[in-house]
């Protein structure tokens, strides 16, 4: 089956958040069940610096009338051995020759021509299915949120004319991040009027990247079977509840994986001292380092609870600085990684200055550092309000840091809370509670240190937690499966 996945990021090339992960473990994953998957992605600087031996495929035009040049070439960074991902990559730098974060600029405004960036992205997409490149058309096209989802509607449009028809497959990494722009740029997307009506991309009456993707796709996935049913629902549905739930045969989760050559604590590289689920010497060494860089007190008893994270509201940060007291009154310390928000990075400054030895924060994104708070972290906190899947918690499971968690999308899903009985079976993983309020997740932050104190228990339920796979073989079989039936 030849795929064509269609995303903005793609780790380790360029990455925003949990989307570049999975777009850069699925291709080699995909590779690996016999798929023919190739990548479609926006040539921003960091991408083609990653490119190889580039060859000229074809060009395209846009409505505004910027040329687009498609290039062919290998991703060695996404590769896995033999594995090779092969990547097309729209060269328009008029769009895209923009360095750092490829939605927004440096003060953090996205850019105002947003909608053009990725409707090319879209169209180059719609492309690759109907013969820019002669030797090889894609059979099924697989957007990855909004920055992709105007692909489904130029296919829908193609497909309606002469010629093969292709099938695409749309999913939501996030439903809050849909892609709105105002309706006098829908003249620059290149479609047809129909398109703007409320059973094609218009809302409420302005454009949605993301309602093109739901309307048009011939399958929706999202990244948990939980959040698929969740965003069914008014309370967590976006605004598109309605619609999803019309599609709802059309719609399924399948949960993320965890790409083991980067995120393995016996192999991964940033780790100064590595470590397993038979020997976790190495881990409190890697504690004991971490506490004395950021000045904490340097005790390999004291619990020590982590954030890795974007700093916006989805990720329920707010309960961490309400709940501060009740880890610090308790004898655990507190180390943030993070970057977003200005009042969070603001609120966590503060703390870490009140709280020197108990608490530090580091502002920014830093992906080696993430992997050494990964490594000498004890509870992984992910309180969020929601969460379509979710990786750090997958992470924090890898690394025997007990996850933490809200009982909401891929987080109920991917963690199990330890009770009586889950200790019993060997089933228990972390902490979950249920309400978006402080006094569930303090609840949630005592059974933590309880279950500490208890070390016996304690070592069993990280050694349960290390053992799962999350192995992305049997997530791209689900998609491979998936890919059958609408071929
Ligand atoms: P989301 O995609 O909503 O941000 P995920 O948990 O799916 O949440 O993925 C987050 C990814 O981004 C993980 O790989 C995590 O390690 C990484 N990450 C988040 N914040 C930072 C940071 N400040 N520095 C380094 N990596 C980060
Ligand atoms: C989004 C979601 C996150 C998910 C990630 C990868 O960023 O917020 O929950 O894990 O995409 O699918």
Known sequence: ??????????????????????????????????????????????????????????????????????????????????????????????????????????????????????????WGAAHLAHGLDTHWSAELVHCHDWHAALAPACLAVWNAGQGPRVPSIYTIHNLAYQGVFWPQNFGDLGLPGYVFSMQGMEYHGQISFMKAGLSYASHITTVSPTYAREIQTSEQGCGLDGLLRVRASQLSGILNAVDDSVWNPATDSHLAHRYDVRNLTGKVRNKTDMQATMGLTVDADAPLFTVVSRLTEQKGLPLVLSGL???????????????????????????????????????????????????????????????????????????????????????????????????????????????????????????????????????????????????????????????????
């Not at 079976?425 to 972390?430: I, K, N």
């Not at 339920?461 to 796979?469: E, H, L, P, T």
Request: proline share 5%; net charge negative; aromatic share 10%.
């Open 1 to 122: 089956m030849r795929i064509l996945q269609v995303s903005a990021e793609i780790f380790p090339l360029l990455k925003t958040g949990g989307l570049a992960d999975i777009a850069g473990a699925l291709p080699a994953a995909l590779l690996a069940q016999g798929c023919d998957a190739r990548v479609l992605l926006p040539g921003f600087p960091a991408i083609l610096a990653g490119l190889t031996d580039p060859v000229r495929v074809g060009s395209f035009g846009t409505p505004w009338g910027e040329s687009v040049e498609v290039l062919f070439g290998a991703l060695p960074a996404c590769s896995k051995g033999d594995l090779i991902v092969y990547a097309y990559v729209l060269v328009a730098p008029g769009l895209y020759d923009r360095p750092g974060n490829p939605y927004e600029d440096a003060n953090k405004h996205p850019y105002s021509d947003n909608h053009r960036r990725f409707a090319t992205l879209g």
């Open 325 to 487: 007291d009740e880890i610090i009154s308790h004898g655990g310390q507190l180390l943030v990684l993070g970057n977003g928000d200005t009042q969070l990075e603001q609120a966590f400054t503060l703390q870490a200055k009140m709280h020197p030895l108990q608490v530090a924060f580091r502002k920014g994104y830093d992906e080696d550092f993430a992997h050494r708070v990964f490594a000498a972290s004890d509870v992984t906190l992910v309180p969020s309000r929601f969460e379509p899947c979710g990786l750090t918690q997958m992470y924090g499971l890898k690394y025997g840091s007990l996850p933490l968690v809200r009982r909401v999308g891929g987080l109920a899903d991917t963690v199990t809370d330890t009770d009586l009985e889950t200790l019993d079976d060997h089933s228990a993983t972390g902490f979950v509670f249920d309400d978006f309020e402080v006094g569930d997740y303090r609840r949630a932050i005592r059974r933590a240190f309880a279950l500490y104190r208890r070390r016996s228990d304690w070592n069993r339920v990280r050694q349960c937690g290390m053992r799962i796979a999350f192995d992305w073989a049997s997530a791209a079989q689900h998609y491979t499966n998936l890919y059958k039936s609408l071929i």
